[in-house]
């Protein structure tokens, strides 16, 4: 690719390349290094992203599937994602079209050409292996197929250029392999089995912090100023935290593509696909049940300022303001009584629900404001009446 003078040049580039037959905007893209198997080369543990791009930045995206094209390497904008291996032709190639932006400041360049430099001046210094580096394009919200699309995926969620739920990870546990953890480095489980003897008896056995396919959520995001993990174990990969979260030690758990869309308190297990609401507290050990935990394939979502109580369970969508009471389990299932007293408040505070009878199934209560679930002690009787009081994080503690 030609030295591209000019802004006006670069931007009547990106034109000509566009109108080329077959040409189709990425929904997602993205420089990645992988980790490979210690016995089978060909196998990628581990795609690591310093910048995605998800539906944005389609310039940077067109020069990188010309740069490629221009490798004798086609992208089939057919597939619902494409990897390509890159090198330093193909970094040449994308640094030429941006000559019109080198001039800036590293830190007011944009983030693709950062991303293009650095490593453009990482591969000249220190070399590299044989496809170490590749570029990927997802060109349709498909089931996963690669670990690198599938990782790309886990960043989006991770990093909220996408909600919660909202993508299609079919696919992501079958193209994930399932590979021991080392100081955040992805180890083969066969390599190990190989070499356990020599290993062991020259005192080298590493050592392993957990076998999984995810890694978890601190070995490649950088939370927000005032998010805590207290624990790195608690938060997987794909997992989505808002500014202002605080995972605490213990019984706390968050899944991937489950989380938090505002300052929150977990202590207990937020499930795969499960959300947590602004200003919500989830109480130590309570846990919330994903898709697959006997909620009929209901993903479970909390409204704000809510609380679930200690050891409690919550199998149904919450409203905003809504209480379990400690150790008190709600299911679809879960007869509940509710006074006629109490149902006029609760009536009054979802105006746009008719709620009719004494005794109800949870799931005919799943997403309605204002409920306090309670368990009568003497008598067993599992009641909802209307909360009195919202749930109020501590400010200092977030």
Not at 80 to 85: I, K, L, P, T
Not at 241 to 265: D, E, K, Q, R, W
Request: proline share 3%.
């Amino acid at each position: 690719m030609q030295i591209t003078e000019t802004t006006d040049a670069f931007k009547s580039l990106i034109e000509t390349i566009k109108k080329q037959d077959g040409y189709k905007d990425p929904i997602a893209f993205g420089v990645c290094r992988v980790d490979v198997g210690q016995l089978n080369s060909d196998k990628t543990l581990q795609a690591t992203y310093p910048l995605i791009n998800w539906n944005e930045n389609f310039g940077s995206a067109a020069i990188f599937i010309e740069a490629l094209r221009e490798q004798g390497v086609c992208v089939d904008v057919t597939q619902s994602e494409v990897v390509c291996d890159i090198n330093l032709s193909f970094l040449q190639n994308c640094l030429n079209a941006f000559t019109p932006y080198s001039d800036e400041a590293y830190g007011a360049a944009h983030k693709n050409i950062q991303v293009i430099s650095s490593l453009y001046n990482i591969i000249k210094e220190n070399g590299m292996r044989d496809g170490e580096y590749k570029v990927v394009f997802l060109f349709e919200d498909a089931a996963c197929v690669s670990v690198e699309a599938t990782y790309l995926k886990l960043y989006a969620l991770s990093l909220a250029k996408v909600q919660l739920r909202s993508i299609n990870l079919n696919g992501a546990f079958g193209a994930l392999p399932n590979v021991a953890w080392s100081a955040g480095e992805p180890i083969e489980l066969d390599w190990l089995r190989e070499f356990e003897i020599e290993l062991k008896l020259t005192n080298t056995y590493p050592h392993i912090d957990f076998v999984d396919k995810f890694p978890r959520f601190l070995q490649h995001i950088i939370p927000a100023d005032n998010t805590r993990i207290l624990e790195t174990s608690k938060v997987r990969f794909g997992a989505q935290l808002h500014a202002g979260t605080t995972v605490m030690p213990g019984a706390s758990y968050i899944n991937f593509n489950a989380g938090t869309t505002g300052i929150s308190m977990v202590e207990g297990r937020i499930s795969s696909s499960a959300i947590v609401g602004d200003g919500s507290d989830v109480g130590g050990g309570a846990s919330i049940l994903g898709v697959l935990s006997g909620t009929d394939g209901n993903p479970i979502s909390v409204g704000k300022n809510s609380l679930l109580g200690a050891n409690s369970v919550c199998g149904i969508p919450l409203g905003d303001a809504c209480i379990i009471d400690a150790g008190l389990a709600i299911l679809e299932g879960t007869k509940i009584g509710i006074y006629p007293d109490q149902l006029a408040k609760i009536q009054e505070a979802n105006p746009k629900v008719t709620i009719d009878g004494e005794v109800f199934k949870g799931k005919d209560l799943a997403g309605l404001n204002g409920l306090h679930f309670r368990q009568n002690s003497t008598t067993g009787e599992i009641t909802a009446r209307r909360s009195t009081r919202e749930i109020k994080l501590n400010t200092d503690l977030h």
